[in-house]
């Protein structure tokens, strides 16, 4: 069954550290999108994209985060200067057209010290 | 996007059927149903989604009421790997980019 694959699988960085986290969604899938998740609490969406562009994004998305679609597999998330708060699981998600469930990866724990 | 309300957690035996319960009253005739269940910190996995007609997939079966007001997520023969939080979603497919807005969902616990 086709995956959705994130690396690293745990990442520590100082606070102020730029950060990317990385995804291979699935091949055929055309909306990505990431989620986070502070321990113990709900899974939040970031962002969605789409066609190369950001479709939506939620408040928690500001200046400090940043997503590219480098080539045709990757699709990455920026944090521009880590923050501690921004410690949380990273999950990654891709979904295809006709409104399917999204396929998640396992995520990139973020441990911001 | 319409509000979900789960109970928190719920108790099964195993090899018995689980029935999860969601309240979705503001369900929009546009909005479907979804079902996600996230085991220990792993990603959330899609399990089914529907409309209005029973669903059913080699996972679950989804039942939704006539007035749609309401939804139960049925897993036949529950094992302990069932063990999850169970989450109920409603957003319009029809956009494939929407977000999914997750609640607290509720916590089923398989005991032996």
């Known amino acids: 069954e086709p995956e959705v694959t994130q690396t690293p699988s745990h990442q520590v960085t100082q606070m102020g550290q730029e950060v990317i986290l990385r995804c291979v969604p699935i091949?055929?899938?055309?909306?990505f999108y990431w989620y986070r998740q502070i321990l113990g609490q709900k899974v939040e969406f970031l962002v969605s994209?789409?066609?190369?562009?950001?479709?939506?994004k939620s408040e928690i998305f500001d200046d400090q985060f940043s997503v590219e679609r480098p080539d045709g597999s990757n699709f990455t998330l920026k944090i521009r200067s880590t923050k501690l708060e921004d410690s949380a699981m990273y999950f990654c998600a891709s979904s295809g057209t006709g409104g399917d469930g999204y396929t998640f990866g396992s995520g990139t724990r973020l441990t911001v010290v | 996007d319409a509000k979900t309300t789960q109970p928190p957690s719920m108790d099964c035996a195993e090899g018995r059927a689980a029935n999860l319960p969601c309240n979705h009253s503001t369900i929009s005739g546009n909005e479907y149903v979804y079902w996600y269940r996230q085991i220990h910190s792993q990603g959330p996995q899609y399990i089914i989604h529907?409309?209005?007609n029973n669903e059913t997939n080699e996972m679950a079966s989804l039942i939704i009421t006539e007035d749609r007001k309401s939804s139960t997520l049925i897993l036949p023969h529950a094992t302990l790997r069932d063990t999850a939080v169970y989450y109920c979603?409603?957003?319009?497919?029809?956009?494939?980019?929407?977000?999914?807005?997750f609640g607290g969902g509720t916590r089923l616990m398989v005991k032996p």
């Open positions: 994209f789409y066609n190369n562009e950001i479709s939506e």
């Open positions: 979603i409603v957003r319009v497919a029809a956009n494939a980019g929407n977000m999914l807005t």
């Open positions: 529907g409309l209005k």
């Open positions: 091949s055929n899938h055309l909306y």
